[in-house]
């Protein structure tokens, strides 16, 4: 093949790449990393330990340019966090919850009912929080979905 050819057939595979979509050898990786905590433990140390996860790994993930996509999921002992009559940490839960779109707290509907039937009255899920049936399968459901799993 002369040279003449060789630079055409370079030049034609460098175009069609950049014209396939996902195929250019110039594209950066958009890939969104995933997480999910588990907080299954109604003990502020724990639910801290959660939070600071959350801070950085955002803080990791803003500094390198990439996304980070993470769900806070409470069940059982757990939903104290999201609770707004007994959550320790709602005052770091707002304001994360304004600042990153891309973090999500899902309280267990399941626990919810069951506090509620155990106390004689309705459990307040802050509404910062996103209520799910059950938390144990959000997390089965996110794991299959390639979320990484995180239990502090």
């Given amino acids: 093949m002369?040279?003449?050819?060789?630079?055409?057939f370079v030049l034609g595979a460098l175009a069609l790449a950049v014209w396939l979509p996902g195929a250019s050898v110039f594209a950066q990786s958009e890939k969104t990393h995933k997480v999910a905590i588990?907080?299954?433990?109604?003990?502020?140390?724990v639910m801290n330990l959660a939070l600071n996860n959350v801070k950085n790994i955002i803080g990791y993930y803003n500094a390198k340019g990439e996304e980070v996509t993470i769900e806070v999921v409470t069940y059982g002992p757990g939903l104290h966090m999201l609770r707004s009559d007994t959550s320790p940490v709602k005052d770091r839960i707002v304001p994360m919850s304004l600042e990153h779109r891309n973090v999500t707290?899902?309280?267990?509907?399941?626990?919810?009912a069951s506090q509620s039937k155990a106390e004689g009255k309705n459990v307040p899920?802050?509404?910062e929080a996103k209520v799910m049936p059950s938390g144990v399968v959000r997390l089965m459901e996110l794991q299959e979905q390639g979320y990484a799993y995180i239990r502090p």
């Fill in 2 to 8: 002369s040279i003449k050819a060789t630079v055409g």
């Fill in 38 to 45: 588990q907080v299954n433990q109604n003990d502020k140390a």
């Fill in 105 to 112: 707290f899902v309280a267990c509907a399941n626990t919810q």
């Fill in 125 to 127: 899920i802050m509404s």
